[in-house]
């Protein structure tokens, strides 16, 4: 039996929730709750709603419900940057596992598959949204960078992944900012608004799928027949139940190595107001964008389609009993946000953030993520990395394959290698992961 000892909860307020043409959209409504459904989830991420998407493929008539805690878009998966890419590296940020060339194939091929479903559902029944091919760029300022984007670019070569490299002045060129001296731009990434996104995709789900805002599991019972009750105390039956709670699996009472295995850290970001044509200047001739630094601790950036900054900085590590952001901490992050924008944008610099805000990232040591059965009939997902969008939505999808018993060779693949490594007890790993932060933001420098 896992009783649920902390809820999730909002930190500032996300722009692209606040900005997204369906914020006001409504799901089901509580009146319609039934006593059982076939396939209960919980979480209304990417995580659970590709599996709604699955399962109801799989089982047309199945009839399942969906809870979470807040509003659709509004926790981790509407609260992202909006990167949702194909050409993915994976690399162990704690301990020696290594990834084969097969292993790095493999995640592309499971991001490829999930990426498409989405891209189809949105041009169906969403096109409105905002969910653009733009790609990305991978890039650096610092010339002790240049090593990491070079180490990048023979990886992709290995995995035969196409990409441009581009020098300063056409980096300058393209993004409007002459910030960064080189940059690597893959064409196979979407960007989005992330809480248009699913919130989309949770109202495109299939009439057999119930989605309920608002709706807070305070326990979930194992077992024959297994359920979860609501606050409030109502008892929900299930036959299978699927947990896609982010880093909040830690706190829903079940035991296990790999539970413990998952990690998770804290990120912050901001974006402007809608920029005037005065400002919009410096844009000319400039197509929407999006960055990561190649150093692991550097700021992302994008230009969005719709006029603004969008600036995602600083990391904290978030220990079990510290998954919401604390007030002080987020206060600590927002000069780090400004400074962000104004070192790549200095002519915009009165320009004001109108939103500010920060989020959960579940992390694992190996980047591999929690994936399978966890007690009698209840399974979980949680994601192992900063890419969790795509992430997410193979976990989901693959669950759901799992517990209806479809097989393939991709799920195969995710059976045997989707395990997190070893990290120690969080007595030990919060001062581990402190430090390494503290050391990773030094060597970012300008990065940042
Ligand atoms: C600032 C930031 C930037 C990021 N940028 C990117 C990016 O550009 N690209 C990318 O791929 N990934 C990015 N990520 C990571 C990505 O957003 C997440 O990994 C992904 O959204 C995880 O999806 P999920 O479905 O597993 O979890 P979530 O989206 O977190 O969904 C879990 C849901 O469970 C609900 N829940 C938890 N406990 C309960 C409970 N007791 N009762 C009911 N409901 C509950 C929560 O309310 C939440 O809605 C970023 C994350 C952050 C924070």
Not at 68 to 79: H, I, M, W
Not at 97 to 102: A, G, Q, S
Request: with cysteine.
């Amino acid at each position: 039996m896992g009783k649920v000892t902390n809820f999730p909860k909002d930190t500032g307020v996300n722009p692209w929730f606040e900005t997204a043409v369906n914020k006001d959209r409504t799901y089901t409504d509580l009146s319609e709750l039934q006593d059982s459904y076939d396939y209960v989830i919980v979480g209304a991420g990417f995580g659970g709603v590709m599996a709604a998407y699955e399962l109801s493929k799989n089982d047309p008539k199945a009839r399942i419900a969906i809870f979470d805690a807040l509003k659709v878009g509004t926790f981790s998966s509407g609260r992202n940057a909006g990167f949702l890419h194909i050409s993915q590296v994976s690399a162990s940020l704690v301990g020696f596992d290594k990834f084969t060339l097969e292993d790095q194939k493999e995640l592309c091929k499971l991001n490829g598959i999930v990426i498409r479903r989405i891209d189809e559902i949105v041009k169906a029944k969403a096109p409105e949204i905002d969910f653009r091919w733009d790609g990305m760029y991978h890039a650096v300022r610092e010339a002790r960078n240049v090593k990491a984007l070079n180490a990048l670019a023979s990886e992709f070569d290995r995995m035969g992944v196409k990409y441009e490299m581009f020098g300063h002045e056409e980096m300058t060129k393209r993004l409007g900012t002459d910030f960064y001296t080189q940059g690597l731009y893959t064409a196979d990434c979407v960007l989005d608004n992330p809480a248009e996104l699913i919130r989309a995709l949770a109202g495109a789900l299939p009439e057999n799928v119930s989605v309920f805002e608002h709706s807070v599991i305070t326990e979930v019972k194992e077992g024959k027949t297994p359920s979860v009750i609501l606050k409030g105390g109502r008892e929900i039956k299930a036959s299978k139940i699927i947990l896609t709670v982010n880093a909040f699996i830690k706190n829903f009472g079940f035991k296990g190595q790999e539970i413990s295995d998952v990690s998770a850290i804290q990120s912050f970001g901001a974006m402007t107001r809608e920029l005037t044509d005065e400002e919009m200047k410096i844009f000319e001739g400039v197509q929407p964008w999006g960055i990561t630094a190649t150093h692991p601790a550097g700021a992302t950036v994008r230009y969005t389609a719709r006029r603004r900054v969008f600036v995602r900085t600083d990391i904290a590590y978030a220990s079990e009993k510290r998954l919401n952001i604390p007030e002080q901490r987020f206060e600590q992050a927002k000069p780090l946000l400004r400074n962000a924008f104004v070192k790549r944008f200095p002519t915009l610099k009165d320009v004001p953030f109108e939103y500010t805000y920060g989020g959960l990232i579940a992390f694992t040591g190996n980047t591999n993520p929690l994936f399978g059965q966890i007690a009698e009939n209840v399974y979980a997902g949680t994601t192992s990395d900063g890419s969790g969008v795509s992430r997410a939505s193979i976990l989901g999808t693959y669950l759901a394959d799992l517990i209806q018993g479809v097989d393939s060779p991709e799920l195969d693949y995710i059976i045997k290698h989707y395990h997190p490594n070893y990290l120690p007890p969080e007595i030990l790993r919060t001062p581990g992961a402190h430090a390494a932060l503290w050391w990773k933001n030094v060597k970012a420098g300008s990065e940042l």
